[in-house]
Nanobody
Framework: QVQLVESGGGSVQAGGSLRLSCAAS????????MAWFRQAPGKEREGVAV???????VYADSVKGRFTISKDNAKNSLYLQMSSLKPEDTAMYYC???????????????WGQGTQVTVSS
């Protein structure tokens, strides 16, 4: 019953910024974890950032200092503010939700369709 819909992807030049959004619906959980993952062609899916129901966050080393994950509970929305983008950030970005665990390597049970981010040199 959980539905996650990403938006905000697109093409941007290296050094630029982009803000991804994820609209969540169909859940009534009191405690949950939300996250952003990304996957480039031929590469494994990578956990980018997670945020728990208290607002605590964890980031992948590759994006620390550049990306910020946040959420707006009133709007049932998750965000990923990406700054100082690099070509290696190019990937399909997915938002995810889980009620069991909250970590960069956790197995999330609800996923969005993904939004493409392309960073050019």
């Amino acid at each position: 019953q959980v539905q996650l819909v990403e938006s905000g992807g697109g093409s941007v030049q290296a050094g630029g910024s982009l803000r991804l959004s994820c609209a969540a619906s169909g859940y009534t959980y009191s405690r949950y974890c939300m996250a952003w993952f990304r996957q480039a062609p031929g590469k494994e899916r990578e956990g980018v950032a997670v945020i728990d129901h208290y607002g605590s966050t964890v980031y992948a080393d590759s994006v620390k200092g550049r990306f910020t994950i946040s959420k707006d509970n009133a709007k049932n929305s998750l965000y990923l503010q990406m700054s100082s983008l690099k070509p290696e950030d190019t990937a399909m970005y997915y938002c995810a939700l889980d009620t069991r665990a909250c970590g960069l390597r956790s197995s999330f049970n609800s996923w969005g369709q993904g939004t493409q981010v392309t960073v050019s040199s």
